[in-house]
């Protein structure tokens, strides 16, 4: 009787096992998803910013480079000081 009860009870473990490891693995791919999102929303970031002084020196005002790359006038102002 018992050992028939112990399998039982192995093979939930084993399936839960799994479950969590599936969860696991599923919750560090999110994680690194996420990183990735991250790195490239700083990289757009970035190139904007690297743009500035390049439109500012084509002749662009401060508003039309804002305006061109989606940011705010202080944050050209800003990059276009440093």
Not at 22 to 41: F, M, T
Not at 46 to 73: C, F, H, M, Y
Request: charged share 30%.
């Amino acid at each position: 009787m018992y050992p028939v009860k112990r399998r039982g009870v192995s093979r939930n473990l084993g399936y839960r096992r799994r479950i969590q490891k599936n969860a696991d693995v599923s919750i560090k791919e999110d994680g690194l998803e996420e990183g990735r999102q991250e790195g490239r929303q700083e990289g757009r970031q970035e190139a904007k910013l690297e743009a500035i002084p390049r439109l500012l020196a084509l002749g662009l005002s401060v508003e039309q480079v804002a305006v061109a790359l989606d940011l705010t006038v202080a944050q050209v102002e800003q990059a276009a000081q440093n």
